[in-house]
Antibody, heavy 120, light 107 residues
């Protein structure tokens, strides 16, 4: 059974930093691209960052470029999101998602999410 | 960026109704269109990928159709557990973008 378990969320002051982790199990983690998707309170879904299976390619939304960094450790089956210079508008539930292996890049599995609150 | 526009933004329906949600892309995306269901307080779940392929475990009353710029999600007979918000998403070009969501409510 595929499981994605996020951790690391919490309350942080504007300008602060936080690192999110996503522990993956139930599939060959090193074979799949992964992404972070966020959802602000009461709002829709917003893609944040993606990383290829081998970490050779990373992508970030313009809204977080230069502040967030996605990475992965395939030896630990773990996905990360390092967040710096956090702003109030970064407040959201952050979901770890797995890409399908069939070439469509649908997000076929999602974690339960971790809440990041940026407030003084 | 490719803009995804869903309609309607919300709808009221009864158990047993046939429900149709549409999603329009601002440019052609082939069949790189996926549908997700999100229940209140829960993570989204993939229902349909590649415009018309039913995700493993998703009920067969869900179906998807369309290509290029116009897509449809259909629930053939609405069940109590289907009251939720539905999102479309394109993966044709980075950044991947989502529609704004369609909330299906009890009539």
């Amino acid at each position: 059974e595929v499981q994605l378990l996020e951790s690391g969320g919490g309350l942080v002051q504007p300008g602060g930093s936080l690192r999110l982790s996503c522990a993956a199990s139930g599939f060959t983690f090193s074979s799949y691209a992964m992404s972070w998707v966020r959802q602000a309170p009461g709002k829709g879904l917003e893609w944040v960052s993606s990383i290829s299976a081998s970490s050779g390619s990373t992508y970030h939304a313009d809204s977080v470029k230069g502040r967030f960094t996605i990475s992965r450790d395939n030896s630990k089956n773990t996905l990360y999101l390092q967040m710096k210079s956090l702003r109030a508008e970064d407040t959201a539930v952050y979901y770890c998602t797995k890409h399908d292996g069939g070439g469509y890049n649908a997000r076929d599995y999602w974690g339960q999410g971790t809440l990041v609150t940026v407030s003084s | 960026d490719i803009q995804m526009t869903q309609s309607p933004s919300s709808l009221s329906a009864s158990v047993g109704d046939r429900v149709t949600i549409t999603c329009r892309a601002s440019q052609s995306i082939g069949n790189y269109l996926h549908w997700y269901q999100q229940k209140s307080g829960k993570a989204p779940k993939l229902l349909i990928y590649g415009a018309s392929n039913l995700q493993s475990g998703a009920p067969s009353r869900f179906s998807g159709s369309g290509s290029e710029t116009d897509f449809t999600l259909t629930i053939s007979s609405l069940q109590p557990e289907d009251f939720a918000t539905y999102y479309c998403q394109q993966s044709y070009i980075t950044p991947p973008t989502f529609g704004q969501g369609t909330k299906v409510e009890v009539k």
